[in-house]
């Protein structure tokens, strides 16, 4: 993704890498207890340990492969290019709430994407696995998940037109069968905390925090709001479709290779997990 218009003062500013006994008081104690957060830290591990997935790799190939076996009736859908969004969905009524992340990392050697591209991606199929277990009221609307391929743009000078690769199309496709969009990117960050991005719909972020304050995981959504990130979320919203972005552009290892497991943590995935899944928990139950 990039950032169009800054918002807080410094978008770098935190030194991660000496942070790592700081972040445990820093996040809300897990009381919402629903989202593995173990299952999905784990998840989270196998795609760090694939090493670089660009976008048409053998090891993305490999990926869609291990996304496609863990979604709900998981399968492919075709993109320009050899690229493929990996698709599920649970079943439901009326039109459907999409749950989102890119699988694919940024080309450059030696980048590992595991917050930029693993967490989102092991939070969405951990969320599928959570709700997929939960009953649900009768009349509840579908939720699809959709692996987005092809979100790093492959010339940073338009990122609009060379990346969202896979989001641009699915958008043009599929956003009159939809109310909504919950796109996870950074979401894994071990100092977590996620501003409203500007362009994020206002209802449901407050939708999202009311559900996070529920489960203990209110402080990983302070009330503040950040510049405009242009994301997958992005095509979604230019179709008139309610959409949000969990994105903490609070992160120093953006783009660079130490986005590795020192720059996340399983607390971290877990907290934020239990905020989405009770989100969809609450827009399943008053649709
Ligand atoms: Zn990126």
Not at 96 to 123: E, M, R, S
Not at 155 to 172: E, H, M, N, Q, V
């Amino acid at each position: 993704m990039v950032v169009l218009k800054p918002g807080r003062s410094d978008p770098q500013e935190p030194a991660l890498a000496a942070s790592s006994t700081a972040t445990a008081s820093l996040v809300a104690p897990d009381r919402g207890n629903r989202f593995d957060g173990a299952r999905a830290w784990a998840m989270l591990e196998y795609q760090v340990e694939l090493g670089p997935r660009p976008a048409g790799s053998s090891e993305s190939r490999r990926l869609a492969a291990y996304i496609r076996a863990r979604l709900p009736r998981g399968r492919y859908e075709k993109l320009p290019g050899g690229l493929r969004n990996v698709v599920g969905e649970i079943p439901g009524k009326g039109k459907a709430i999409l749950v989102g992340a890119h699988y694919d990392t940024k080309d450059i050697p030696g980048f590992v994407g595991a917050n930029d591209g693993a967490g989102g991606t092991a939070q969405m199929l951990q969320v599928a696995a959570d709700l997929r277990r939960m009953k649900r009221p009768a009349g509840a609307p579908p939720i699809r998940f959709v692996a987005f391929d092809g979100e790093e743009a492959t010339d940073d000078a338009d990122f609009y037109g060379t990346g969202l690769r896979g989001s641009k199309p699915y958008a043009r496709k599929h956003a009159k069968q939809l109310q909504a969009m919950i796109l996870l990117d950074f979401v894994a960050d071990k100092d977590l905390g996620i501003p409203r991005d500007a362009s994020s719909d206002p209802g449901l972020w407050a939708k999202l925090r009311a559900a996070a304050q529920k489960v203990g995981s209110g402080d990983a959504f302070p009330a503040l709001d950040q510049g405009t990130v242009e994301d997958d979320h992005t095509p979604f919203i230019r179709r008139g479709v309610p959409s949000i972005d969990l994105i903490d552009f609070v992160f120093a290892c953006w783009h660079k290779t130490c986005d590795d497991l020192t720059a996340v943590s399983e607390q971290s995935l877990d907290t934020s997990g239990e905020a989405v899944l009770e989100l969809l928990r609450e827009l399943s139950s008053t649709a």
